[in-house]
C-alpha cells in the first residue's frame, strides 16, 4: 500500500491531476475536460471516472490520503468555488463537499498560485522558508504569499491577488474590471500591450511591426530580444520596473526572503529577472536592500499545477 | 502577588512605561527621557533605576511575567535596535539581551506600530480577530499587519512598513531617502504638505493661508475642516483617497477583516474615515468589495505604547 495525495488542477479547459507521493513524485498523470460540463455536477462525474481508471492503474495498491485543488476563484476556507468567470458554473459551489462524496479523505482547495506557493514550500526552492512570495506569470499574474511558513488566505479566503494591486490610476482596463491593474502590464499579455505602445512610439528597426495584436505573444517577444531587438528589450525592462515597483510595496508588507517567478513570462529568464532585481534594489526601502532574492521558481519544467495542489494536504503531513 | 507585564515605549525624546495587567489596566505609569543618553548603557541604567521605583509604588507585591518593548527599527527575530534615526544609538543593539540583565523574565522588542497592532488584538477592536491592519497616523504612517492571528514580522523582522510604500514615482522626498512613500502624503506633516499645494493651486476662501509651513499642524487643518474651510476639506478627502488607494493594495495581500486608523489624524474621525471608506470600496478589487471595515482603533485615548508593548508578552500567556 502506497500513500498519494491526488493533486487537481482545473482550468478554464482543462482539468490536470496526478496521484502525488511523499517525495513529489507524480503517477498517473492525466486531463479531463473541463469547458464542455454546463453542470458542475456532470464534470463531477467524469472527473472521478477518469480519476478512478488512473488509480486502477498505478503500480501496486494505493491509499489515497487526500485531495488538493488548486481553482481559480477558489475559497480555501470554505471550500468552494466562487463566480469564477472562466468556468461555466456560476455562483458559489461547493466543490469540496462534492469531491468529499465521491474521496472520504480531506479535501482542501484553493487557487492555483496559491497552490504553486505551497508546492514551492514543500518540493521547490522554498523549502524551510518560512516567508516567501510566488508569482505565477502567464496570462494573469498571480500570486501566493507565504508568512510565518503558512498560506497567506486572509478573512475571506481570497488573499495573495498582488495581480490587481495598482500600477497606474486610470491605467490599462483589466479583465477584473478596474483599471491600472499590475496584470494589465506584467504577464504575457501585459508585456504584448507594453510593446505596441513602444511600437506606436518608435518602432524602428523592430522586427514585432509584423505581427498583429492577435498574432503576438510572448514567445515571440523573448525570441526577438534574443537577437536584440530593440523594441522587445525595452518592452522586458519596462516590464520588469513595473514588476519591481509593485514587488516593492509587496516586501514593505511582508518582508519575504525570496519572491520566485514562475510560468510562461518567467521562461525569458534574465531578461525578466535582471531588470525585476535590479529596480528592485532601487525602488525598496532601504532597510529592506540587498535583501530579497529574486529566483527563478524551482518547480519550473515539473508540473507544478498538480504538485502545488497536492501539498494542500502534504504540507501537514510530510 | 499580582502579574503585570512591563510595558515600554520608546521614542526619540521620551520613553514611556507602565505595568500592565492581565486585563489591560496599566498601573505605575511613568516616563523617562531618552535623548540626554549617548550611551545605550547609561539609557537603560536610568530607565531601569525610574522602573523599580514605580515598581515599588504598586500597590501589593508585583510578578513580572514579562518586558515589551516598541521602538524604532526594532528587530523582533533578534530583539534588536538596529539603526535607528531618531535615536542616538547607532549600529546593532542588542536591546532585548541588555534589558534581560535586569529582568530576568522573557523580554521582546518590536517597533511601535507592531506593538500597537498587537494591542489591538490583545485589547482593542481586533480581539478573536485573525486578519487585521493597524495603521497609525502620526509624524510618519506606521503600521502592523496580522495574519492567520500573529503579527507578520518577515524573514527579517522588519515586516509591516506601508509607510513606505510608493503612490508616486519621483513623488515627494521622503525622511527614508526614497521619493513618494505613503507617509508623505498620509500622515500629520503629509497632510500639510498636501494643504502648501492645495494653497498654490487656489487658496481663495481658506484660512490656512494664514500659517507659514512650519506653523501649520494637522490639528489646525482639523479645526478649518470644521468651519468648512475648503482647502483643509480638499485636503482630508485627497488623503482618505491617497490612503485608499494604497490600502487596497494591502487588501490584495492580506485580505483583511478590518483596518484601524490610530494617531493624531485619526482624531480627525469622519473627515479622514469617510473619504478612506469611500474610495477603498471605489479601488478596490471587486472580490474584496465590501468585505474591509475602516474604524477608528480601540486603543484612542488609551495609553495605546504601553499597552501595545506589553501584549508582546500578554499575547501568549493572556
Not at 482545473?10 to 517525495?23: L, Q, Y
Request: aromatic fraction near 8%.
Amino acid at each position: 500500500m502506497k500513500d498519494y495525495v491526488i493533486g487537481i488542477d482545473i482550468g478554464g479547459t482543462f482539468t490536470k491531476f496526478g496521484f502525488v507521493d511523499r517525495e513529489g513524485n507524480i503517477y498517473g498523470e492525466g486531463s479531463s475536460p473541463t469547458d464542455p460540463y454546463d453542470k458542475v455536477e456532470d464534470y463531477i462525474e467524469n472527473l472521478v471516472k477518469e480519476l478512478k481508471k488512473a488509480e486502477e492503474e498505478l503500480e501496486g495498491p494505493a491509499k489515497i490520503l487526500g485531495v488538493g485543488i488548486g481553482a481559480p476563484n477558489a475559497n480555501f476556507h470554505k471550500g468552494t468555488i466562487e463566480n469564477a468567470t472562466n468556468l461555466k458554473w456560476k455562483g458559489v459551489i461547493p466543490f469540496a463537499e462534492m469531491m468529499n462524496k465521491h474521496y472520504d479523505v480531506p479535501v482542501r482547495i484553493t487557487n492555483d498560485a496559491n497552490a504553486a506557493a505551497l508546492g514551492e514550500k514543500v518540493y521547490g526552492g522554498g523549502q524551510g522558508m518560512d516567508n516567501f512570495i510566488m508569482i505565477t506569470l502567464g496570462t494573469g499574474l498571480g500570486s501566493g504569499i507565504i508568512v510565518n511558513g503558512d498560506l497567506v488566505y486572509g478573512h475571506d479566503g481570497f488573499a495573495g491577488e498582488l495581480g490587481h494591486t495598482n500600477v497606474e490610476e486610470n491605467g490599462r482596463k483589466c479583465g477584473c474590471g478596474n483599471h491600472g491593474c499590475l496584470e494589465t502590464y506584467v504577464s504575457a499579455p501585459g508585456i504584448k500591450r507594453t510593446v505596441f505602445e513602444l511600437l506606436a512610439h518608435d518602432s524602428r528597426g523592430s522586427e514585432l511591426v509584423n505581427y498583429t495584436f492577435d498574432e503576438l505573444d510572448s514567445e515571440m517577444i523573448y525570441n526577438a530580444a534574443q537577437k536584440e531587438d530593440p523594441v522587445a528589450l525595452k518592452a522586458f525592462d519596462i516590464t520588469g520596473k513595473i514588476l519591481a515597483r509593485k514587488l516593492a510595496d509587496s516586501v514593505a508588507h511582508t518582508s519575504p526572503k525570496a519572491i520566485f517567478l514562475f510560468g510562461g513570462l518567467a521562461k525569458a529568464g534574465d531578461y525578466i529577472l535582471k531588470p525585476t532585481k535590479q529596480y528592485l534594489e532601487e525602488y525598496v526601502m532601504g532597510i529592506f536592500r540587498d535583501k530579497v532574492d529574486i529566483v527563478p521558481s524551482q518547480l519550473m519544467g515539473r508540473n507544478a499545477a498538480v504538485l502545488g495542489s497536492s501539498s494542500l494536504i502534504w504540507k501537514d503531513i510530510a
